[in-house]
């Protein structure tokens, strides 16, 4: 349709950093998805599974690397530290198969910095 292709062609331009914290849930249907699924992420961080104790272990040292300099991230024990160890987490919790890998905190940090 043509307001898809309007969309589609303003999203290529760029949408202005003080829109995207708004606009891409709105895109990617996370919204709606968090509706659907108000408890799991409560649920998930207090779920039980094998090598948890060593994934727990290693997101606790990578959150001090993961934008250090940024002032969401920068306060050991923080605000930002705190968001981001208990998403990666959750997600851990979610897809046991990957768990936790280095690089995985940079990609939610900066997510968290446009949707905290």
Request: hydrophobic share 40%; net charge positive; glycine share 8%.
């Amino acid at each position: 349709t043509k307001k898809k292709a309007v969309l589609k062609r303003r999203i290529r331009k760029g949408i202005p950093e003080a829109l995207r914290g708004t606009v891409w849930p709105l895109l990617v249907g996370s919204d709606r998805q968090k509706e659907a699924n108000a408890s799991l992420y409560t649920r998930l961080l207090h779920v039980e599974y094998p090598g948890k104790a060593e994934v727990e272990e290693t997101i606790e040292r990578d959150i001090s690397r993961t934008f250090p300099r940024h002032a969401m991230f920068a306060q050991q024990g923080g605000l930002g530290q705190a968001a981001l160890e208990r998403v990666l987490h959750a997600y851990a919790a979610y897809d046991q198969e990957v768990g936790y890998c280095q690089g995985m905190g940079f990609i939610t940090a900066m997510f968290l910095s446009y949707m905290p």
